[in-house]
């Protein structure tokens, strides 16, 4: 991991008109060619985080860089440069694209935005399309003509369109069925195999994040709690919060940490560490400061937010379960 | 004439929260609805005949004696009869219909792309620009509609052309609203989101992606709005603030016509009824294009 | 059939199993099943939708029964049938949906009560738990007044104090900190946890026979969604009720089913026990479904996808079997003949001649495996 990072978000914090803060001092790197999961269930500020990055939403405090340049300073024609190469696949493909255009017209329309000439834009899309398996007798279709599978990979495609080294995906499976979310994830990473470019994944879903990840991100409330390799957190959760989101994958009998209470109020979240109002393990002092990242078992790169974990004591263990 | 005000958003039916996504959808092959095909065909042949005048009409629009004055509908040689300066009303009506039209299709026109392109920029914008633009139009739409349409007319002086600019000016503010509330309901769609984040600039946005969902909605609209635009047109030139006479154009007419009331009613009624039938066509094709566009709006869950 | 000798690895069940024909193939032409407490038979269900220009055919055909105390899962994906199914049990559709079948509660032909005795009926011995909280419960009225109606439509308590006293006590039951204040709260002042619950408290307040549970946690956390999940559970045991429990979920079908009945295209493609099912699918589609989930020993990017996608409702191929176009095992018989589920087990049906209760593919562990190790 000596190479430049192509994104490098530090200390980013943003807070809503209605006194949200939906993230609190972020901060995480993507190296090219990888992919980063950031997990986390609704209202942890995952997608904040990723509209953050895309410049979407502009952060009340820290900053982003995108292959060593901060985004923060630009405007106009050199922020259009940065984002050609970093795109978005967002959620929900039957909303994502306009229901007026045509789906040639909708990938058109992010070549015209980069100054692709008229006559190289239909040669172009067609390819685009045929890369991610839409059938060419839909590409002068309506988005409600297509299935949702077919969407989200028209949508894939547009992103692909820009030849983009970092492209966030937003959910970007979350909407479809099962069967069908499988081809779009094995699309995704033959994807990246044959292009190279990373992925920032972010999801609620820990199977999806576990199965395409390098790194995983995890958040809780605004903060990450946990950061790591991919295996490593899957073998060894470190923070209680990560260790209840795993646990809390429904399967048969197994002994379970299901954590009580609900996620509290954003506009106002506990002193300390936010996640001690449902904590099993908190005890007094996680109420007077916010836990600092600190290694997991002297590996630097798996950090956990969490006062307890140097006392070798998870959740787990100490409930008695597996 | 309180009664007659400018409606907005008659063409935007159903109430979309930020959440509702306007949902177009053009199924091929669809049933040209009577709502349609009936004014249509009506408005053909009144814009045929006005374009063709010379060739449609009997007589011209200023010939007359006063020998044949105030003949009754269905005299021989004069099929709606003649007004008080023995002039052919068919033939009038036909040249007559060249004026009122221009005024009532003329102002929409224009007043439909810059109001358009103020509700983008509107709705678009920063709330400072949004603001500065907004209240701009509430001042013009808070005066009754056909009060300021007289005023200006009447400041500017008679003329066709003035009373297109006068229109014109009366209707940017409805017209810039309807766009900025339609532009309003798709702000926030993720296809937008979609289009900031390619990187795209905004007037780019407006024209590929915003103008094609809310042109539909506009043309609608606009469509109804030529036939209130008539109706006016009528109003101005009754008040003596159109074409110069000798001239003929439908308020003017009426005008003239008025006069001779007590002798021959039947007769002021056919420039009356020339603009209720044009003005209610113009409504109904709206409608009937609503249907035929199959404009709704519903929230895609 | 000649391919199908090829695949075909019989299973090993006794000669007597094979024989036993599924409920479905019966067509209502036996006798009606003894009258069992609180048991939910549904038999040979189809339901049509209509409008002006064509005729959905949401459900073709579906037989199911939910024992009392005991749990079944309709499982499918979206466009599969499952959610109208259980609704048209329980009746929630109008005239203009044709409904066909037979579906008796303890021995109560559901649908040839009048509206008024199936009104008295539903939410008193078949309740709903819907998946969207926020659009069934009323904004504008106090929860606690909502439960309480309820209890006062199906007599179960009289009195106005008496019926806030109780709504108070179920909102306790279903885990719900500090009932009495939520009793008093308005349904946007619960969070979306909150609010499921309070649905749940409604639906179980006249402790009825069935529960119907119609993707209840999808809307739903993980962290929450167990908490749901662990509360239909206990609420089971305390009550003793049956549950229909509609999912695209495989996680929550695994934990929760006793018996799973996998639908495609509006048609139940396997029944049988959970562990059963959802070990050993019998089903190329079943299986396919399992394999399409990640799990931690699936190499990134070498998920089995199931080609194709699910139909729409109503938009099958309805000559031969529904799943043939996207089936790896498919052969000509299946596009041609539509298959009955046969016994592939115990207990064990599948609606597939081909492979016929063995699915020649290893079929991969639990999916979104999240276990401590």
């Known amino acids: 991991m000596t190479t430049t990072p192509i994104l490098l978000a530090e200390h980013l914090s943003k807070r809503f008109d209605n006194g949200v803060l939906a993230v609190d001092d972020v901060s995480l790197t993507v190296h090219p060619g990888e992919t980063v999961g950031i997990v986390g269930e609704s209202g942890c500020g995952k997608s904040t985080t990723g509209k953050l990055i895309l410049r979407l939403l502009v952060p009340d405090a820290g900053y982003v860089a995108f292959d060593g340049k901060d985004l923060g300073t630009m405007s106009g024609q050199r922020l259009q440069e940065v984002r050609k190469q970093l795109q978005l696949v967002p959620q929900n493909p039957q909303t994502s694209l306009n229901p007026r255009l045509t789906i040639t017209e909708a990938i058109a329309f992010n070549l015209r935005a980069h100054r692709w000439a008229k006559k190289d834009i239909g040669p172009r899309t067609a390819g685009l399309l045929d890369r991610v398996g839409v059938p060419a007798a839909y590409a002068h279709r309506y988005p409600h003509e297509l299935s949702g599978g077919q969407l989200q990979r028209v949508a894939i495609a547009r992103a692909l369109s820009t030849d983009p080294k970092l492209i966030v995906c937003d959910e970007a499976v979350s909407a479809l069925d099962k069967s069908v979310q499988a081809q779009v994830l094995n699309l995704l990473v033959e994807l990246q195999r044959d292009l190279g470019m990373a992925y920032l994944f972010i999801s609620h879903d820990l199977g999806v994040v576990e199965h395409l990840s390098d790194r995983v991100v995890v958040m809780y409330l605004g903060r990450i709690v946990e950061d790591s390799a991919a295996g490593e957190l899957w073998q060894r959760p470190a923070h209680p919060y990560t260790e209840a989101l795993f646990s809390s994958v429904p399967g048969p009998g197994r002994q379970r940490l299901v954590l009580t209470g609900d996620l509290p109020s954003p506009t106002n979240p506990p002193s300390g560490c936010g996640f001690r109002t449902r904590c099993p393990m908190a005890i007094g002092a996680c109420a007077e400061a916010r836990p600092e990242a600190m290694a997991v078992a002297g590996d630097v790169s798996h950090q956990a937010a969490c006062i307890r974990i140097g006392e070798g004591v998870t959740a787990a263990t100490r409930i008695g379960a597996a | 004439m309180s009664a007659i005000e400018i409606p907005t958003g008659n063409a935007a039916p159903g109430r979309g929260g930020a959440a509702a996504v306007l949902v177009g959808t053009h199924r091929a092959r669809r049933h040209v609805p009577l709502t349609v095909v009936i004014p249509g065909a009506f408005l053909a042949i009144v814009i045929l005949a006005a374009i063709f005048a010379p060739l449609v009409a009997p007589y011209g629009p200023t010939t007359g004696s006063i020998s044949q004055r105030l003949m009754a509908v269905g005299s021989s040689g004069h099929l709606l009869g003649t007004d008080g300066q023995g002039r052919d009303i068919l033939s009038r009506l036909i040249w007559g219909a060249r004026p009122t039209l221009l005024e009532g299709i003329v102002p929409v026109v224009v007043a439909g792309v810059i109001g358009t392109v103020l509700g983008m920029v509107a709705s678009l914008s920063g709330r400072k620009i949004h603001t500065l633009i907004m209240r701009t139009l509430d001042v013009l739409y808070s005066f009754p509609a056909v009060l300021l349409a007289i005023a200006l007319a009447a400041a500017l002086g008679a003329g066709v052309v003035n009373a297109i600019v006068a229109l014109t000016i009366v209707l940017v503010a409805p017209i810039a609203r309807v766009a900025e509330t339609e532009v309003a309901r798709m702000r926030s769609a993720d296809f937008m989101e979609a289009a900031r984040a390619s990187g795209a600039s905004w007037p780019r946005i407006a024209r590929r992606q915003v103008l094609p969902i809310i042109a539909p909605v506009l043309l609608v609209y606009c469509t109804a709005l030529v036939g209130l635009a008539i109706v006016f047109a009528g109003g101005l030139s009754f008040l003596g603030l159109g074409i110069a006479p000798p001239h003929p154009e439908w308020g003017s007419m009426l005008n003239d016509l008025d006069q001779d009331l007590y002798n021959q009613p039947v007769l002021a009624l056919i420039p009356a009824a020339a603009i209720f039938l044009t003005s209610v066509a113009f409504n109904v094709l709206g409608d009937g294009l609503r249907d035929l566009l199959d404009i709704h709006s519903e929230t895609v869950s | ?373």
């Not at chain 3, 019989?10 to 409920?23: G, K, Q, R, T, V």
């Not at chain 3, 009746?91 to 040839?112: H, Q």
């Open chain 3, 1 to 373: 059939m000649t391919t199908a000798t090829r695949i075909h690895t019989p299973p090993d069940i006794s000669e007597a199993l094979l024989e036993a024909p599924h409920p479905s193939r019966f067509r209502g032409s036996r006798p009606a099943p003894a009258p069992t407490e609180g048991t939910l038979t549904v038999e040979d269900l189809a339901v049509t939708f209509r409008s002006k220009r064509k005729a959905v055919e949401a459900v073709r055909g579906i037989s199911f029964t939910v024992e009392a105390g005991k749990t079944l899962v309709l499982l499918g994906e979206s466009g599969s049938g499952k959610s109208v199914s259980a609704r048209a049990v329980m009746r929630l559709y109008s005239e203009a949906v044709t409904i066909t079948g037979r579906a008796t509660l303890g021995g109560v032909d559901l649908f040839d009560l009048d509206e008024r005795a199936m009104q008295s009926l539903r939410g008193r011995d078949m309740a709903l738990v819907p998946q969207d909280a926020s659009g069934s419960l009323d904004p504008l009225r106090r929860v606690g007044s909502q439960i309480a109606e309820v209890l006062r439509r199906h007599g179960v308590e009289h009195g106005r104090k008496a019926a806030r006293q109780r709504a108070a006590d179920l909102l306790g039951q279903v885990g719900i900190p500090d009932p009495a204040r939520a009793v008093r709260s308005y349904p946007h002042e619960l969070s979306g946890g909150m609010r499921q619950r309070a649905l749940i408290a409604i639906a179980i307040a006249c402790e009825p026979k069935v529960l119907v549970a119609d993707e209840p946690t999808t809307a739903l956390d993980v962290t929450i969604q167990a908490q749901v999940l662990d509360l239909f559970a206990k609420l089971q045991e305390d009550l003793g009720m049956g549950l229909l429990l509609v999912t695209h979920d495989v996680g929550v079908a695994r934990q929760m089913a006793d018996r799973v009945a996998v639908m495609y295209a509006g048609r139940l493609v396997e029944e049988g026990p959970g562990t059963t099912v959802l070990g050993e699918p019998a089903h190329p589609y079943t299986a396919g479904l399992l394999r399409a989930v990640p799990t931690p020993e699936t190499p990134r990017g070498q998920l089995q996808a199931i080609p194709g996608q699910p139909p729409a409702a109503g938009e099958a191929v309805d000559t031969g079997c529904s799943f043939a176009p996207r089936c790896v095992f498919a052969v000509e018989e299946c596009r041609t003949d539509r298959p009955d589920l046969v016994p592939v087990g115990t207990a064990h049906w599948a609606a597939c001649p081909v492979v016929n209760g063995r699915v020649p593919v290893e079929v991969g562990p639990s999916p979104a495996g999240a276990e401590a190790s």
